[in-house]
């Protein structure tokens, strides 16, 4: 008791920390977010938080949820991959999540701008796809990792 009202326990205030790696998808094709969707949600220790479509959706999501990791394609239903992008090192360039681009244009330029906004990987739809679920498992591998914090 504290100051004459009854003490309230700690645990009441304190969220439980998700041990998961937090997952937001930003794709425009309803058929390849399914398919991607299906392969994260099969991910030990990764929980998809939601699949948005445009860069106005992204950044609202990124903004309310804090993902860790971001799987972002280039061309979206409006907007774009590069406008989240621009919008993320204006707005929050120490606290972004880890992005990994996924887009059917790898060409070098995209690839080029990408890196300057520091993304952790650019990866091509139709050569690169099968390497995403093993990235996941890695980003949640070094989160849970006490060693690398």
Same mark, same amino acid.
């Given at each position: 008791?504290?100051?004459?009202?009854?003490?309230?326990?700690?645990?009441?205030?304190?969220?439980?920390?998700?041990?998961?790696?937090?997952?937001?998808?930003?794709?425009?094709?309803?058929?390849?977010?399914?398919?991607?969707?299906?392969?994260?949600?099969?991910?030990?220790?990764?929980?998809?938080?939601?699949?948005?479509?445009?860069?106005?959706?992204?950044?609202?999501?990124?903004?309310?949820?804090?993902?860790?990791?971001?799987?972002?394609?280039?061309?979206?239903?409006?907007?774009?991959?590069?406008?989240?992008?621009?919008?993320?090192?204006?707005?929050?360039?120490?606290?972004? @999540?880890?992005?990994?681009?996924?887009?059917?244009?790898?060409? @070098?330029?995209?690839?080029?701008?990408?890196?300057?906004?520091?993304?952790?990987?650019?990866?091509?739809?139709?050569?690169?796809?099968?390497?995403? @679920?093993?990235?996941?498992?890695?980003?949640?591998?070094?989160?849970?990792? @006490?060693?690398?914090?």
């Amino acid at each position: 008791m504290l100051n004459g009202s009854p003490s309230i326990p700690l645990e009441r205030f304190v969220m439980p920390a998700n041990p998961n790696l937090r997952v937001l998808l930003v794709e425009d094709s309803s058929i390849l977010a399914a398919r991607l969707s299906e392969l994260i949600r099969r991910l030990p220790d990764v929980d998809l938080i939601d699949v948005v479509q445009t860069e106005a959706e992204a950044l609202a999501r990124i903004s309310a949820a804090l993902p860790d990791v971001l799987i972002l394609d280039l061309h979206l239903r409006t907007g774009s991959g590069f406008g989240v992008l621009r919008s993320l090192a204006r707005e929050r360039p120490t606290l972004r @999540p880890k992005i990994v681009i996924l887009t059917n244009f790898g060409l @070098p330029e995209y690839r080029r701008e990408a890196e300057t906004y520091g993304v952790e990987a650019f990866l091509d739809k139709s050569r690169d796809y099968f390497r995403l @679920p093993a990235l996941l498992r890695d980003f949640a591998k070094e989160r849970s990792d @006490p060693e690398t914090h």
